[in-house]
């Protein structure tokens, strides 16, 4: 199976910061990567899909990249609303597999 | 609008059986690949399968393998999830999800003595 690597697993910012998360992927030479955003006791929501393509709706200030099996979620410049847990999803490989979550907090 | 609602979750005893439903509304059932997403009590998802749009290819997740059904009905727009020998790691909230885009409320199944 595809391990992907999130990495903080939790992370604490202010208001307006540049924030950032990662996932690695253990193999693979074409991962296709989507990023979503759980908020508690809602079902997650699609952000970025095909690594850097922003889902329709969804701030700008979310922006996705990739650099090999290295994927990054930005946000450009925290907002309240931003407080959820973020996950990362391979679906170029079966199984499909998840990261294991960056938590942001606000400071 | 585009809906999905599960329903069928609840309290199991580990080695039994349930069944659980995923009903669409608001496009057309029949044209699309159907996925099922679990999530545990520690927050970590997992993929455990999807069903191309008539039913003909299903792909599961090797932990589920073997004890997982996934089928579908379009004549009722419902993706159905099928759990047998069920185990205390089955213990999840369970979703559908059509395209990564949608996803319902999810169902929660507990399996415990």
């Known amino acids: 199976d595809v391990q992907m690597i999130q990495s903080p697993s939790s992370l604490s910012a202010s208001l307006g910061d540049i924030v950032t998360m990662t996932c690695q992927a253990s193999q693979g030479t074409s991962i296709n990567l989507n990023w979503f955003q759980q908020k508690p006791g809602k079902a997650p929501k699609l952000l970025i899909y095909g690594a850097s393509n922003l889902e329709d709706g969804v701030p700008s200030r979310f922006s996705g990249s990739r650099y090999g099996t290295d994927f990054t979620l930005t946000i450009s410049s925290l907002e309240d609303e931003d407080m959820a847990t973020y996950f990362c999803?391979?679906?170029?490989?079966?199984?499909?597999?998840f990261g294991g979550g960056t938590k942001l907090e606000i400071k | 609008e585009v809906q999905l609602l599960e329903t069928g979750g609840g309290l199991v005893q580990p080695g039994g059986s349930r069944g659980l439903s995923c009903e669409g509304s608001g496009f057309t059932f029949s044209g699309f690949w159907m996925s099922w997403v679990r999530q545990t009590p520690g927050k970590t998802l997992e993929w455990i399968g999807d069903i191309n749009s008539d039913g003909s290819a299903i792909n599961y997740a090797p932990s589920i393998k073997d004890r997982f059904t996934i089928f579908r009905d379009n004549d009722k727009s419902t993706l159905y999830l099928q759990m047998s020998n069920v185990r205390s790691e089955d213990t999840a909230t369970y979703f559908c999800?059509?395209?990564?885009?949608?996803w319902g409320q999810g169902t929660t199944l507990t399996v415990s003595s």
């Open positions: 999800m059509r395209s990564f885009l949608y």
């Open positions: 999803l391979q679906h170029s490989y079966l199984p499909y597999t």
